[in-house]
C-alpha cells in the first residue's frame, strides 16, 4: 500500500492547528488510530457489545470469539508458540509490573542481580527497584557508550551468574537506539538469567518474533500502533507463566473458589482478572490486521527513511544538538543551545507541529546526557518528508526569535 493513501486513512490528521495544517509527529507517546480500527470499536459497541467467557447467548458468544480472535491475532504477530502465552494487560507498563511483582518477587533474594540500561523507560525501571527493594536483590545499570548504544562487551561485563533478570528496551524512546536483544538474551540465558524485552517502542515499528528473539518475556502497548488506549500485552514463556502466582484476583481468573481456598484458571486467563478489556483487544486485532496489510517491512523502511532524511537536515542547523546515534528508529531526540525544550514545543505548537518536550519518562537518561529535558520528533507510518520540512522550518524560526529576543 502506498504510504500517502495510506495516511488518508487516519481522519485525525486532515485537521487545522492554530489555523495550520496539522503535523502530528509525538508518535511515540501515542500513535493516530486509522479508520479500520475505529470502525472495529464502532462496530462491537453498536452490533455485539456483551460480557465475555460468560453467558451462552449470541452476542455473548460473538464478544468471546472477538475477543480470542484477537489473542490469536497478537500470537500471530509475534510468533508466540501458543496463544496461552499472550496476556491482555492495560499496557506495558502493566504487562513490566506484572512480571516484577510476579515473577521476581517469588524468584530473587538477596545477593541475586537484575540488570537494565540507562536508556530506559520508568515503567521498566520503577518496577525493579522496588523488585529489589523487596527482595534484597540488587539492580544494575549497563553502561551507555559515548553515542547512546549498548556495546556486547559490557553486557558481558555488566551481567554475571548472580544475575537472575535482564530487562531491556528494544527501542529507546528518547535516543531510537535499537538494542541487540537477541544477542543480550543469549549472554543472559548463559548465565542463568531472564530476559524480559520492553517492545512499546519497537513492536509498532519493525517485525517481532519472540522465538527467534528468545527472551522470555516481552511487554508493548496497542496504543502506540494504531490500536486503542487501555490495551497492552505480556508475552511470557508458558513454562514460566505455569509457575507464576497471578497479580490480581477475582472474577475471571478463578476456577473454584472455596470458603478459604481457591484454584485459578489456566493460562492465559489467571492473569485476567475482572472484566476483561474486550473492546481494547479487538481494536487491538484490528490494528495489527492493518498493520500486516501495509507490512511491516514497510513501515520500517518508511520510517528509517524518515529518520534518515531528519538527522541530515537538523544536522545542517547550528545551535543544534541531536541525541542518540545514526542508525535510529523512527525518532529525533534534540535541543537548541538556550532555548527551552518547552519553549520549543510551544512554539512548534502555534505552527500546528505537535511534539514532545519534556523528561521522557526517562530521567536517569536525562542524567546521563547531562540535561533536565528535550524536544522529540517522533515519526510513524504517516508521516511524511514534507513533515519534516514543516518541522525543519518551524525550527529554523523558532531559532530566529529567540537569537533575536534574548
Ligand atoms: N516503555 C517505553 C520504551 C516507552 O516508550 C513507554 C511509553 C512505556 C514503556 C510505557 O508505555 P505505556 O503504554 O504503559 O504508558 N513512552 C512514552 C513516551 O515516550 N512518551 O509518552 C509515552
Redesign the pocket.
Known amino acids: 500500500m502506498d504510504m500517502k493513501e495510506v495516511r488518508k486513512l487516519f481522519p485525525i490528521l486532515s485537521q487545522e492547528v492554530n489555523g495550520k495544517p496539522l503535523v502530528y509527529l509525538?508518535s511515540?507517546?501515542?500513535s493516530q488510530k486509522p479508520l479500520p480500527v475505529i470502525e472495529a470499536l464502532d462496530k462491537y459497541y453498536r452490533e455485539y457489545n456483551s460480557n465475555v467467557h460468560r453467558g451462552v447467548h449470541t452476542l455473548g458468544t460473538k464478544a468471546t470469539d472477538a475477543y480470542e480472535g484477537a489473542r490469536e491475532k497478537v500470537r500471530k504477530f509475534i510468533n508466540a508458540k501458543s496463544t496461552q502465552e499472550i496476556i491482555f494487560t492495560?499496557?506495558?507498563?502493566?504487562?513490566?509490573n506484572t512480571v516484577a511483582t510476579s515473577y521476581a518477587r517469588a524468584n530473587l533474594h538477596e545477593g541475586d542481580e537484575i540488570v537494565i540500561t540507562y536508556m530506559?523507560?520508568?515503567?521498566?525501571i520503577i518496577p525493579w527497584q522496588q523488585a529489589a527493594k523487596y527482595t534484597g536483590a540488587t539492580l544494575k545499570y549497563i553502561p551507555l557508550q559515548e553515542d547512546g548504544t549498548i556495546s556486547l562487551e559490557d553486557v558481558e561485563k555488566t551481567i554475571t551468574p548472580n544475575t537472575k533478570i535482564v530487562a531491556v528496551?528494544?527501542?529507546?524512546?528518547?535516543l531510537g537506539t535499537i538494542n541487540p536483544v537477541k544477542d543480550i538474551a543469549k549472554i543472559a540465558h548463559r548465565n542463568g538469567a531472564v530476559v524480559v524485552v520492553?517492545?512499546?517502542?519497537s513492536a509498532p515499528h519493525m517485525k517481532i518474533d519472540v522465538q527467534d528473539l528468545d527472551c522470555d518475556f516481552l511487554?508493548?502497548?496497542?496504543?502506540?500502533m494504531c490500536g486503542p488506549?487501555g490495551i497492552?500485552i505480556l508475552y511470557g514463556k508458558k513454562a514460566l507463566l505455569e509457575q507464576m502466582e497471578p497479580v490480581e484476583f477475582g472474577g475471571e481468573m478463578i476456577d473454584f473458589v472455596g470458603l478459604y481456598e481457591s484454584t485459578w484458571k489456566e493460562l492465559p486467563w489467571k492473569f485476567e482478572g475482572g472484566t476483561p478489556i474486550i473492546a481494547g483487544a479487538i481494536g487491538l486485532g484490528a490494528a495489527i490486521d492493518f498493520l500486516e496489510q501495509v507490512g511491516l517491512e514497510n513501515i520500517a523502511a518508511h520510517e528509517h527513511e524518515l529518520a534518515q532524511y531528519a538527522l541530515e537536515q537538523l544536522s545542517t542547523m547550528e545551535g543544534l544538538t541531536i541525541y542518540g546515534p545514526k542508525e535510529r528508529a523512527g525518532l529525533v531526540t534534540f535541543n537548541i543551545d538556550g532555548v527551552h525544550p518547552h519553549d520549543v514545543a510551544t512554539v512548534l505548537d502555534a505552527e500546528g507541529i505537535a511534539v514532545?518536550a519534556g523528561h521522557?519518562?526517562?530521567q536517569p537518561l536525562m542524567k546521563w546526557l547531562n540535561v533536565s529535558a528535550t524536544a522529540?520528533a517522533?515519526f510513524y507510518l504517516y508521516n511524511t518528508k514534507e513533515d519534516i520540512d514543516q518541522l525543519v522550518a518551524a525550527l529554523r524560526k523558532t531559532k530566529e526569535y529567540f537569537d533575536h529576543v534574548f
Not at 528496551?169 to 528518547?174: A, G, I, K, Y
Not at 520492553?198 to 517502542?201: G, I, S, W
Not at 511487554?219 to 502506540?224: E, M, V
Open positions: 509525538d511515540a507517546a501515542t492495560r499496557g506495558t507498563t502493566t504487562a513490566l530506559e523507560h520508568h515503567s521498566n528496551t528494544q527501542v529507546s524512546n528518547v520492553d517492545a512499546a517502542q511487554a508493548f502497548s496497542g496504543h502506540k488506549t497492552g514532545r521522557h519518562c526517562a522529540r517522533s
